[in-house]
T-cell receptor, first 108, second 114 residues
Framework: GQSLEQPSEVTAVEGAIVQINCTYQTSGFYGLSWYQQHDGGAPTFLSYNALDGLEEKGRFSSFLSRSDSYGYLLLQELQMKDSASYFCAGTNAGKSTFGDGTTLTVKP | IAGITQAPTSQILAAGRRMTLRCTQDMRHNAMYWYRQDLGLGLRLIHYSNTAGTTGKGEVPDGYSVSRANTDDFPLTLASAVPSQTSVYFC?????????????FGPGTRLTVL
């Protein structure tokens, strides 16, 4: 089965860089996805890593190391609107198992 | 294009009652999913469907059933609701052809079982 661990809360200031880590124990998992969810809203897809290394998408980047069973989401140039919950999810045959999420609070 | 719609938006239900949550997508996606999200936690997969006519069980299927009669609709039924099924329910869909396919989520249904 799959289980994913992430910190419950992270706080940072506007303009800063923050890294949200995700460690996992899994069998037969193909990749690691990241989702953003604003309070009361639906999750929205941010990124997917199938291979080791860094995937960059504008202010957001995601990293995966299969040998360490570890990934992270990097958010740069933080904006107030980035305050949200961020979930990592392990994928296997199209199905996703989610971590419990990290609540990011961006302060002025 | 609406994407994914869910109905109702919210519902208060007496324990023991039967309830069907509706989900419709207009993206012609092959795969559809039902998740529940309890307060402060991540999403847990209830049931999924890789293509019309097929369904499968996720992590927490007990007390729920689904059907996939066509590509667009994927209703979730609670045969006899219990208070532990109080949660926010999200439906999602994806193209389902590659592991990297994005899952698109509906707005959710907030269900309270008393």
């Amino acid at each position: 089965g799959q289980s994913l661990e992430q910190p419950s809360e992270v706080t940072a200031v506007e303009g800063a860089i923050v890294q949200i880590n995700c460690t996992y124990q899994t069998s037969g998992f193909y990749g690691l996805s990241w989702y953003q969810q604003h309070d009361g809203g639906a999750p929205t897809f941010l990124s997917y890593n199938a291979l080791d290394g860094l995937e960059e998408k504008g202010r957001f980047s995601s990293f995966l190391s299969r040998s360490d069973s570890y990934g992270y989401l990097l958010l740069q140039e933080l904006q107030m609107k980035d305050s949200a919950s961020y979930f990592c999810a392990g994928t296997n045959a199209g199905k996703s198992t989610f971590g419990d999420g990290t609540t990011l609070t961006v302060k002025p | 294009i609406a994407g994914i719609t869910q109905a109702p938006t919210s519902q208060i239900l007496a324990a023991g009652r039967r309830m069907t949550l509706r989900c419709t997508q207009d993206m012609r996606h092959n795969a559809m999913y039902w998740y529940r999200q309890d307060l402060g936690l991540g999403l847990r997969l209830i049931h999924y469907s890789n293509t019309a006519g097929t369904t499968g069980k996720g992590e927490v299927p007990d007390g729920y059933s689904v059907s996939r009669a066509n590509t667009d609709d994927f209703p979730l039924t609670l045969a006899s609701a219990v208070p532990s099924q109080t949660s926010v329910y999200f439906c999602a869909s994806s193209d389902g052809k590659r592991e990297s396919d994005t899952q698109y989520f509906g707005p959710g249904t907030r269900l309270t079982v008393l």
